[in-house]
């Protein structure tokens, strides 16, 4: 991980979870005096005891490393508050419905912000027998390409991810209105609005 959990999180995490340095000290099986030396940054939990510690705290390990506690508001599962996250160093694309966090390769990941396609990045979606069909104005080196498309409504989310040298392409079966985003390696992720008919942003 790029983060090693520091004592002001331990005590702010603690307290937050209305726990005592002794009823948190009971759960890890350590003495209260541990944690204070902890809370102090007088030292810090071996690595052993920071899956323990992340569970005694009721969040994720990658929460309690980063000091960040997301609570994802996202009852409803609404795929429009879809979120993208793409690894710089494998990758890999993971999507959520709702705030969250994300690791892969050692490193928390951002979620990706969309943005309007520039020039550089036209993008082309053509309404036909039930179809959307996409295609990215992009070239496809092994440098710069681009990452994936994706077609998103209230219900339902479809993502193909493509690779350098390939086609900058992708066929969906429609679903009514929603978004189509692709999204560049080196420059992010871009958006437009569908509905069958009408393309726009």
Excluded at 56 to 84: H, P, Q, W
Aim: net charge neutral.
């Amino acid at each position: 991980m790029n983060h090693y959990i520091t004592g002001a999180t331990i005590k702010r995490l603690r307290e937050a979870a209305g726990m005592t340095q002794v009823e948190l000290a009971a759960k890890l099986c350590v003495s209260d005096k541990t944690i204070s030396k902890w809370e102090t940054a007088k030292g810090l939990p071996d690595i052993t005891l920071i899956e323990p510690l992340a569970n005694a705290l009721k969040i994720s390990v990658i929460e309690l490393l980063s000091g960040d506690c997301v609570t994802n508001a996202n009852r409803s599962c609404n795929m429009k508050r879809s979120k993208f996250y793409l690894c710089p160093i494998c990758g890999n694309v993971i999507h959520t419905t709702g705030e969250t966090v994300i690791s892969c390769c050692g490193i928390t990941l951002p979620a990706l912000e969309a943005e309007e396609p520039d020039e550089h990045h036209a993008l082309q979606v053509e309404y036909a027998d039930g179809e959307y069909h996409v295609t990215v104005q992009h070239g496809m080196s092994k440098a710069h390409y681009i990452s994936f498309i994706a077609y998103v409504t209230d219900a339902s989310v479809e993502m193909v991810k493509l690779y350098p040298e390939g086609s900058a392409e992708a066929r969906f079966f429609s679903r009514g209105r929603g978004d189509v985003y692709c999204c560049c390696n080196q420059h992010g992720l871009m958006r437009v609005r569908v509905q069958p008919g009408r393309i726009g942003r």
